[in-house]
């Protein structure tokens, strides 16, 4: 139903239907409130990890209870309307709420990487990592233990990965991920995790308990909530702002010092970090922020214990790639450059299913724009060319990348094509079961590709992960299975 079709159907009898429930479900959570109460007074007062485990559990029942009524299509039409429709990340309520005593330090306490995704140079999981922040959680109360930027960590030069991956991982990536700059080449979520935690260990000698990524525009949703903040330099940072201002103004505003541009985003950090825990902010803003952060992968965690990892890795929030059978398809950006051009990259996903029955197909058509469209008054740390084999002609402002293609779990690439007949046709890999197609690109300002992967496989119907980059991409699917 449309808007005006559901406020008409409430005005005309189904109003008695929908009070109903609305009533049963605010006498319900009348009593889901007194257990919420509970569990964070269990949380705090360093009650045993055993009493905290039943207060989830008994939290965790009622949340599923209040979500199958929320879920009746007419509750999400009105909830959606109104902008407070929580039922999509109900399996990542239900995880972290069920996790949440071990996750809190109940047990011992626990240190968290958070990382800060620059989107503006494109990795798997969404951009190489930027400024962190260690969390301590004591007993359900955070504290902020320090802040910094990846400058430290670039010294550290490995020549093998400092954790084990499978053969397939090493022949799509060879040992490139072993330096904090190409730790998260892969989409995986955990593979870039667990190497950024290996990667601390090995110069901090500092095990860590888990991590947290999140990316500008993730920042950007959660400023909604608190509202600005204030730097010392009188530079006001607002959610219309902020993934302008450390994607794309600070190289300029530090071209001559890109030290100082670091310790301005480590300084945001800390500010927003402040801020959060002043508390004095709209806490339904804040959930609505979150929400939209994991409903776009742009808020992701990991963690080392087996048995909350377990629980995060099946859900959106933990970014995992499942291996179980599927009909999922990705196309991920990995900058090969070193530049900041990302920022300016457009992506057109056009996804069809071709035949149905055993032989299955489907056909996945990916544009790639560079919209820059002049490099002219950007800084060379922006337009940087690290890579090989530049062309003596090189365009300013033009950007080399690989686009990645992934089909479903267990399907086969039968056939590709792409638009620029002078560019090598790329090849084929695999990665957790998923057949992939790559290729290399290289977009002068204003120029587009683009690129067809055909498909044969697949379970259910046609699913996309959208890699979190700057500009969001379109998506148009089309399943006639």
């Known amino acids: 139903m449309e808007r005006v079709q559901v406020l008409t159907w409430i005005k005309r009898g189904g109003a008695i239907f929908f009070a109903a429930l609305l009533m049963l479900l605010i006498t319900f959570s009348l009593f889901t409130k007194s257990h919420l109460d509970s569990f964070k007074s269990d949380l705090k007062s360093g009650s045993s990890l055993e009493a905290v485990n039943r207060s989830a559990k008994v939290l965790s029942n009622d949340v599923n209870i209040i979500f199958t009524v929320l879920d009746l299509p007419i509750i999400k039409q009105v909830l959606g309307i109104a902008g407070v429709d929580f039922t999509q990340i109900r399996d990542e309520i239900g995880a972290v709420i069920e996790a949440a005593?071990?996750?809190?330090?109940?047990?011992?306490?626990?240190?968290?990487?958070?990382?800060?995704?620059?989107?503006?140079?494109?990795?798997?999981?969404?951009?190489?990592?930027?400024a962190y922040a260690i969390v301590d959680f004591n007993n359900g109360n955070l504290k902020v233990i320090r802040?910094?930027?990846?400058?430290?960590?670039?010294?550290?030069?490995?020549?093998?990965?400092?954790?084990?991956?499978?053969?397939?991982?090493?022949?799509?990536?060879?040992?490139?991920?072993?330096?904090?700059?190409?730790?998260?080449?892969?989409?995986?979520?955990?593979?870039?995790?667990?190497?950024?935690?290996?990667?601390?260990?090995?110069?901090?000698?500092?095990?860590?308990?888990?991590?947290?990524?999140?990316?500008?525009?993730?920042?950007?949703?959660?400023?909604?909530?608190?509202?600005?903040?204030?730097?010392?330099?009188?530079?006001?940072?607002?959610?219309?702002?902020?993934?302008?201002?450390?994607?794309?103004d600070a190289y300029k505003r530090y071209e001559s010092d890109n030290h100082a541009r670091k310790q301005y985003l480590v300084e945001i950090m800390n500010v927003a970090s402040a801020k959060l825990q002043t508390g004095e902010y709209s806490k339904l803003k804040l959930a609505k922020a979150?929400?939209?952060?994991?409903?776009?992968?742009?808020?992701?965690?990991?963690?080392?214990?087996?048995?909350?990892?377990?629980?995060?890795?099946?859900?959106?929030?933990?970014?995992?790639?499942?291996?179980?059978?599927?009909?999922?398809?990705?196309?991920?950006?990995?900058?090969?450059?070193?530049?900041?051009?990302?920022?300016?990259?457009?992506?057109?996903?056009?996804?069809?299913?071709?035949?149905?029955?055993?032989?299955?197909?489907?056909?996945v058509r990916v544009k790639v724009t560079n919209s820059l469209a002049s490099a002219a008054g950007l800084p060379a740390y922006v337009l940087t060319r690290s890579d090989k084999d530049k062309p003596k002609d090189l365009i300013p402002g033009s950007h080399r990348f690989k686009l990645f293609i992934y089909g479903p779990t267990n399907s086969k690439l039968v056939s590709v094509w792409r638009e620029n007949k002078s560019a090598n046709l790329g090849g084929a890999a695999t990665e957790r079961g998923r057949p992939v197609y790559v290729a290399d690109v290289d977009l002068a300002?204003?120029?587009?590709?683009?690129?067809?992967?055909?498909?044969k496989g697949g379970e259910g119907r046609i699913t996309f992960v959208k890699q979190p980059l700057v500009r969001d991409a379109t998506l148009t699917i089309k399943d006639n299975c």
């Open 445 to 455: 300002p204003g120029g587009s590709e683009e690129l067809l992967a055909n498909f």
């Open 147 to 248: 802040t910094g930027s990846n400058e430290p960590l670039y010294g550290l030069s490995l020549e093998k990965i400092p954790i084990d991956v499978p053969a397939e991982f090493l022949k799509l990536y060879g040992q490139n991920p072993a330096i904090i700059q190409n730790s998260n080449l892969s989409p995986h979520f955990p593979y870039g995790a667990e190497i950024w935690l290996a990667l601390w260990q090995k110069k901090y000698n500092e095990n860590l308990d888990g991590v947290i990524a999140v990316d500008p525009t993730a920042l950007s949703y959660i400023l909604r909530a608190t509202g600005p903040l204030k730097m010392d330099s009188g530079i006001e940072i607002s959610d219309k702002n902020v993934v302008a201002e450390t994607l794309k």
């Open 290 to 363: 979150i929400r939209d952060g994991i409903l776009e992968n742009r808020i992701l965690f990991y963690s080392t214990d087996k048995g909350v990892q377990s629980q995060i890795s099946k859900v959106r929030l933990g970014g995992a790639m499942q291996l179980s059978p599927n009909n999922e398809y990705r196309a991920v950006i990995q900058n090969i450059d070193a530049g900041k051009l990302d920022y300016y990259l457009d992506r057109d996903i056009k996804i069809s299913s071709k035949t149905c029955g055993v032989n299955r197909q489907s056909e």
């Open 101 to 130: 005593p071990n996750l809190a330090g109940i047990n011992a306490p626990k240190k968290y990487l958070i990382v800060f995704q620059n989107s503006a140079e494109a990795r798997g999981t969404g951009g190489i990592m930027g």
